[in-house]
């Protein structure tokens, strides 16, 4: 027993003193375990679910339909990464090329997911329990799963290594737990893995155990997926499938590449780009096109952005007479193609 305790002893003129000095040492001491506990979270990274306010508790349950005082400290975290159907501004109309992909994605992900009764009892039909897109980047894979969650109505969870890696033991199990559990309660949802190769590559014997078991539960969410609604969709992207854990291919069936565009698809891609833009008569998109081949979607954009800024540095004094023409065109291609 401490000595403040056992310091209090009524026989004595001073017990009243001796309780006052027991108990400012009890406050004393909850203060220090409290503060403890806020430098616990802190370093996990948790401060903000802990410390969050009625605004953003009523936000939760206003916007998701979620109580948030059912939420673990895991789940509240998720909540910073989940993007809103309304708050996302791709669909695959601003999708240049890819057709194919399109309908793939129309024919095998998102009619099953609206229309579940068509589908129910007929286990061959039902959507596959994840999907890889895999190819060169800057071609739209991220794009690609944005749209998904915007045309089934859905939320959308950008899941990345920052937000699963933790340096204390036994979290980053947890909070791949709370992504899914986050999901089955605001579907229809939409988790993308961005680069997932960096989450679940191939497994060898070097690999650390904290490593092993991220993988693990990773593996072991995606298991249970058949068991939940169709209306989580979990989409993984990567640049080098061959990299990836085979145990995950054989749970995200469906292996979708993304091709470079081809040359419709490079001038689809450039007619959306410069839509509404300034641009002079001697621009030839069939031309522009043609030349650029092997360029990606982003390399597209990036190509028309350097272009507007040629054309803004030429004619500074006055932005109403710019105009975007084929020589801004030319010196973009060549610092692209220069890097």
Same mark, same amino acid.
């Given at each position: 027993?401490?000595?403040? =305790? ?220 058949h068991q939940r609604d169709p209306g989580v969709i979990v989409f993984g992207a990567t640049n080098r499938i061959d990299n990836l854990d085979a145990a995950l291919k054989r749970r995200m069936r469906l292996h979708i590449k993304v091709e470079l565009p081809d040359k419709d698809s490079r001038r689809e891609i450039l007619e959306k780009v410069v839509n509404g833009e300034p641009l002079a008569d001697d621009v030839d998109l069939d031309e522009l096109a043609d030349v650029a081949d092997g360029m990606s979607g982003s390399d597209l ?31 973009? =291609? ?6």
């Open positions: 027993m401490p000595q403040f =305790y056992r310091d209090i002893n009524p026989n004595k003129g001073n017990g009243f003193r001796s309780f006052l000095k027991a108990l400012l040492m009890t406050l004393i001491m909850t203060l220090i375990s409290l503060a403890i506990n806020y430098v616990i979270a802190y370093m996990e990274g948790s401060t903000t679910s802990n410390s969050m306010d009625i605004s953003s508790m009523w936000n939760i349950y206003n916007n998701y339909g979620v109580n948030p005082m059912s939420l673990s400290t895991y789940e509240k975290d998720i909540f910073a990464n989940i993007v809103k159907s309304e708050d996302i501004h791709i669909n695959f109309n601003d999708i240049g090329g890819n057709e194919t992909l399109k309908d793939n994605i129309e024919r095998l992900i998102i009619k099953p997911t609206l229309n579940p009764h068509i589908y129910s009892g007929r286990n061959l039909l039902k959507p596959p329990n994840g999907i890889i897109l895999y190819g060169p980047p800057g071609t739209g894979k991220t794009m690609m799963a944005r749209a998904v969650a915007k045309r089934i109505g859905g939320c959308f969870i950008n899941v990345t290594s920052a937000l699963i890696e933790n340096k204390f033991y036994g979290e980053s199990q947890k909070i791949v737990g709370a992504i899914f559990s986050i999901a089955d309660k605001i579907k229809p949802c939409v988790i993308f893995f961005d680069e997932i190769d960096g989450l679940c590559g191939t497994r060898n014997i070097l690999d650390q155990s904290h490593v092993t078991s991220v993988k693990t539960s990773l593996l072991s969410e995606m298991d249970g997926i954009t990036e190509l028309c952005k350097l272009a507007a800024q040629y054309a803004i540095k030429e004619n500074s004094n006055d932005s109403e007479s710019i105009l975007i023409n084929k020589c801004h065109f030319d010196s973009a =291609y060549c610092d692209l193609t220069e890097q």
